[in-house]
T-cell receptor, first 110, second 115 residues
Framework: GEDVEQSLFLSVREGDSSVINCTYTDSSSTYLYWYKQEPGAGLQLLTYIFSNMDMKQDQRLTVLLNKKDKHLSLRIADTQTGDSAIYFCAVQTGANNLFFGTGTRLTVIP | GAVVSQHPSWVICKSGTSVKIECRSLDFQATTMFWYRQFPKQSLMLMATSNEGSKATYEQGVEKDKFLINHASLTLSTLTVTSAHPEDSSFYIC???????????FGNGTRLTVT
């Protein structure tokens, strides 16, 4: 199976940029996702990137994919207190298997 | 874009009763649907994979008689938690895909509380 790893915690000051990192092991990954989970709520899909892309930008979110290093990152510009949540990286292989990281808890300090 | 609807969003039931959770793909035909469970402060755990018209494939450690999965059509899969107990209380999430190498779309999840 696929191993997907994330650091567990990240703290940033309001207004700064946040960068959440994710590494994976299966080079045959097709789609890579970032999800946000707020306390007591379900998973919210933030964005996803196809494996033949290096970067995808969507408003304050920038996803970078380094296939050679099997490294995925999510950058949140101008981080706000409402961005405090757990962020999950998920990696899909061609057989429709989806592997999640353990999530990174982002805390935004006012 | 593609949408997956999951219903109900939350349910409270008494121990010993059964609960059915529905997962629908609203604007695409889902050849494969997945069911996940999330334990507190942990990532999602894949419970089973279901393909339309065939029996679900359960992950190791998941009781197939406890968690009944039906994928009777290309737009609907159901998960029935039979004879629910408090330890079944959890967050259940479904996802669906239109085929190999297509992205997965997730439902918003169902929070089950068994009293």
């Amino acid at each position: 199976g696929e191993d997907v790893e994330q650091s567990l915690f990240l703290s940033v000051r309001e207004g700064d940029s946040s960068v959440i990192n994710c590494t994976y092991t299966d080079s045959s990954s097709t789609y890579l996702y970032w999800y946000k989970q707020e306390p007591g709520a379900g998973l919210q899909l933030l964005t996803y990137i196809f494996s033949n892309m290096d970067m995808k930008q969507d408003q304050r979110l920038t996803v970078l994919l380094n296939k050679k290093d099997k490294h995925l990152s999510l950058r949140i510009a101008d981080t706000q207190t409402g961005d405090s949540a757990i962020y999950f990286c998920a990696v899909q292989t061609g057989a429709n298997n989806l592997f999640f990281g353990t999530g990174t808890r982002l805390t935004v300090i006012p | 874009g593609a949408v997956v609807s999951q219903h109900p969003s939350w349910v409270i039931c008494k121990s010993g009763t059964s609960v059915k959770i529905e997962c629908r793909s609203l604007d695409f035909q889902a050849t494969t649907m997945f069911w996940y469970r999330q334990f507190p402060k942990q990532s999602l755990m894949l419970m089973a994979t279901s393909n339309e018209g065939s029996k679900a494939t359960y992950e190791q450690g998941v009781e197939k008689d406890k968690f009944l999965i039906n994928h009777a059509s290309l737009t609907l899969s159901t998960l029935t938690v039979t004879s629910a107990h408090p330890e079944d209380s959890s967050f259940y999430i479904c996802s669906a895909t239109g085929g190999v190498n297509s992205p997965l779309h997730f439902g918003n999840g169902t929070r089950l509380t068994v009293t």
